[in-house]
């Protein structure tokens, strides 16, 4: 079975803080993603990448950047956390035209 | 662009009733679809997915979903459902020879209530 695995699932940070979200995943998948989830906006998606070093933004990149220096592994980096940027997040992999594997989410609360 | 519509936010129903969630898209192009279900505090699992083939495509868990291309609809039904099937459940579309990204829907929380 595939495994998406984030680093934590709860994680409270402060205004102006740094914070890096971490997801790794293990079946060798070109592509992965980061989504937020806030109740009725559904998932949107914030950065995307289809290979190592390789990024694009999603629908909502603003304040957010990403690293992905190996193949397994995409970080989600939150430069200067507001509080705006409470929310869920989850990351995605997958290849070739079929599903996405979720991990289980991190719940980020910014005070 | 592509996009998809869940026209219902909450869908309350009572134990052993029938469902339908209802669910949408816009594309220019041929498309894969998907519906997912996520239950408290927890990511996204696969529930069914329509690639090819048959438009009649079934859970293990007794989910069906029918992929109407003149309507261009994916909606999700179940004849009889159990308090477990209460969570949000998200349908997405992927269009075929473009993008890998998958665009999902808002989401339909579903409520089965004793």
């Known amino acids: 079975d595939v495994k998406v695995t984030q680093s934590s699932r709860y994680l409270v940070k402060r205004t102006g803080e740094k914070v890096f979200l971490e997801c790794v995943q293990d079946m060798d998948h070109e592509n992965m993603f980061w989504y937020r989830q806030d109740p009725g906006l559904g998932l949107r998606l914030i950065y995307f990448s289809y290979d190592v070093k390789m990024k694009e933004k999603g629908d909502i990149p603003e304040g957010y950047s990403v690293s992905r220096e190996k193949k397994e592994r995409f970080s989600l980096i939150l430069e200067s956390a507001s509080t705006n940027q409470t929310s869920m997040y989850l990351c995605a992999s997958k290849e070739g035209n079929t599903e996405a594997f979720f991990g289980q989410g991190t719940r980020l609360t910014v005070v | 662009a592509q996009s998809v ?10 134990e052993e009733a029938p469902v339908e969630l209802r669910c949408n898209y816009s594309s220019s192009v041929s498309v894969y679809l998907f519906w997912y279900v996520q239950y408290p505090n927890q990511g996204l699992q696969l529930l069914l997915k329509y690639l090819s083939g048959s438009t009649l495509v079934e859970s293990i868990n007794g989910f069906e979903a029918e992929f109407n291309k003149s ?8 004849p009889s459902v159990h308090i477990s099937d209460t969570a949000e459940y998200f349908c997405a579309v992927l269009t075929q020879g473009g993008s890998e990204k998958l665009v999902f829907g808002k989401g339909t929380k579903l409520t089965v209530n004793p």
């Open chain 2, 71 to 78: 309507q261009t609809s994916f909606h999700l039904r179940k």
């Open chain 2, 5 to 14: 519509t869940q026209l219902d936010s909450q869908v309350p129903v009572f």
